[in-house]
DNA sequence: GCTTCAACTTGAACATGTTCAAATCAAATC
DNA sequence: GATTTGATTTGAACATGTTCAAGTTGAAGC
């Protein structure tokens, strides 16, 4: 239970490569099928030390979780610093999503409910994997803000935590995806991006003001 | 992992007598503090009897659903009977879900979590659970041909499976909701039962045509 | 060099989900 | 009533996440 983050260079050490062991392991066997046992001893350290740094199995699956997360950031990057026009961002962006997860799907049913329970210390919603979440958030912004789209500012301060939530839904579609080449996932991406920006613009029309201020303030009340 | 139906009234007895005990604890517990030891002591049979008659504790937190299901789908039997306006159904069952769960509210989480997790053999998306999926979009079809509203057909074929997804977000910000008496979550869902029936109806707006179309033959394309 | 002390490491021990071979039971058959 | 046979029951054994008290290490202060 203690979180001890290492005071001495052997410590540090230690840390990363039982880090390393867990990452490597998680993407080779799925997370139920890697034993802290095995981590522990292709780490090269005794059982009892994995828990000196990793208050638990499941803080390992959420460093797993933020180098996910760092891989993609990265592969977005040129996109997002190039493309101006938002359908294309927020296309390129979903793309690279399930590119980068790819080497994982195999494994990606087991991590991602760790990540949807309620009651786990990972859960986005609240707890240790705020921050990493804020993280995601804060991509998704900037998706929307390095666009030469036109959002009125009621729409944009609530898009990018709606965004991810979008990625969330999109992932767990392509947990289930066997088709060949995930073509089907990249499909729906395709056609969902596009339907979102849609449905931006058409939040414009006179007769969806109504509908579009009280989805909105409720958005808002839920997030609280 | 056998499946073993009860061949004897012996038999029969002592899965009902494990099953209760089951039940009881989940509800006095929570899932993960229920142990498989616990349940055989309070059924008065061994450990491994629980075993003859249920593969894995997972098929057990199934009947704890099945349960529930049809504690719901009694409690809304008479409002479904009597009343014909859309929106009241569909306020009226979503309360009935939140209220018929309550007694269940401080352990929901983990419940929720094993059924979400893909890789489980509970999860509603294809696998042993899938019946009682099925009976629960039921419930659902009813709410909505019970109803006097006039749908058009293409939203009414995908409208049951949409609302049970529906019904799974609500719940899944019920888990979440520590307000008194849970009203954020009651508020939350009379704002969005209003909204579901109000973009019902503005779907037959000629502007929203396209945007209809695209959304429902995704949708169909994504149950297969 | 010696002492001290916090950081680090270790492996045994525990709790719990699951498996399984053996024992027990009871109904059908003779 | 004895035998057979399949259903049921049992508890020991195993795997694995987690805890913890005890041991080891190494640098700072003397």
Redesign the interface.
């Known amino acids: 239970m203690a979180i001890a983050l290492p005071k001495t260079k052997r410590g540090e050490s230690s840390r990363a490569v039982i880090l390393q062991a867990a990452l490597d392991l998680f993407q080779e066997r799925g997370y ?1 099928a890697t034993t802290m046992r095995a981590i522990a001893d292709r780490a090269g350290v005794s059982l009892g030390s994995s828990y000196h740094y990793f208050p638990s199995k499941e803080h390992l699956v959420l460093e797993f979780y933020r180098h996910t997360h760092e891989l993609h950031a990265e592969a977005v990057r040129p996109l997002l610093s190039r493309e101006r026009d938002l359908a294309a961002r927020l296309r390129g962006t979903m793309r690279a999503v399930i590119i980068t997860c790819e080497p994982f799907h195999a494994v990606a ?2 991590i ?2 760790t990540v ?5 210390p990972l859960n986005p ?2 707890g240790t994997a705020r921050p990493l979440r804020d993280e995601v958030v804060a991509l998704y912004a900037e998706v929307v803000s390095g666009s030469d789209a036109r959002i009125a500012s009621d729409i944009a301060e609530m898009l990018p935590l709606t965004l991810w939530l979008y990625q969330m839904g999109i992932l ?2 392509w ?2 995806d066997r088709s060949p080449g995930r073509l ?1 996932t990249l ?2 991406i395709d ?2 991006t596009d ?1 979102i920006v ?2 931006i613009s ?1 939040a414009n ?1 006179p ?2 003001r109504g ?1 579009r201020k ?2 909105l303030s ?1 958005m808002k ?2 997030v609280e």
Request: aromatic letters at 14%; charged letters at 20%; zero cysteines.
């Open positions: 139920e049913g087991s991602f409910s949807a329970n309620p009651s786990s919603f609240g767990y579609f947990i289930f089907r499909e729906v056609e969902t339907l849609r449905l058409l029309l007769v969806l509908s009280r989805v409720l009340a839920i």
